[in-house]
């Protein structure tokens, strides 16, 4: 009896120095691999924190829907508002709610600023147009389409300081397209004129317009198929021209 209990004992005893072992051997990598893994946590965590600051990632379950009716000259509209955790509206969209097209899409920085908006051309399911903001609220593209792709009405972008840097627009013939080019200081430098051919599929050059700096027409050129030009004005050969005429007629005799 004695011995069978001290066996016993001794085999407890044997089996605590196993586990102590055990725990002893593993336990420093555990902790280390635990260390490593609350790392790789914290790494995502700052990743996920930048590109919510960015304004480009915005986890789910962080996301708060508020949706508002309203009616619009006997029309039921919809807007969907979705806010983050801390309450900052992250994107708005309105549409009908018989489903037939949508009125707007809007999305914001984090700052609460403007970053792009999508809406429909006077209540338009057909005619669209996109704006593009940078973080400081300045326009920085903007285009306006129509649905079926035919006619690019206007597509312009803007330098940092939002003035208009270039501005192309169809002013009556979709066919007709005309490119207006703007210095950084906002002054109107060229303008192109554009006939677009549907057989060959390409736009051809009509005429070129150049300004001088205080925005008076200094060149005007047109072309003619297989790349012919013709100066139609030129203000520095007319200036030195009219000085010609000028000198010669001091010269001539008076009555």
Known sequence: MFNKLFFQRIIA????????????T?????????QNVSNDLS??????????EE??????????????TEILNGET?????????????L??????QNGTFSLSYKTFYPNGQLKTVRENYHNSDQIHFIRKYNKKGV??????????????????NFPDEGLMQENIYHPENEQLSQVLEYTSEGQLMRSWEYFFDAKSLKNNVQKLIEYDTDGKILKITAFYQHFQQKVIFDRHKSTRKSN????????????
Do not use: A, W
């Open 77 to 89: 509209y919809l807007t969907f508002s979705q806010y983050d955790e801390k309450g900052v509206l």
């Open 43 to 52: 790494s995502i965590k700052k990743v996920h924190h930048f590109q919510e």
């Open 139 to 156: 326009l920085c593209e903007g285009e306006t389409f129509s649905l079926q792709g035919k006619t690019i009405g206007t597509i312009i």
């Open 13 to 24: 005893i044997f089996l605590l120095v196993m586990v102590g072992c055990f725990m002893i």
């Open 91 to 96: 994107q708005e969209s309105k549409f009908n």
């Open 55 to 68: 304004g480009d990632f915005f986890p789910e379950e962080k996301r708060q829907t508020n949706v508002k």
């Open 26 to 34: 593993y336990f420093p990598f555990l902790s280390k691999n635990h």
């Open 244 to 255: 010609l005429f000028g000198c010669l007629n001091f010269f001539k005799p008076k009555n």
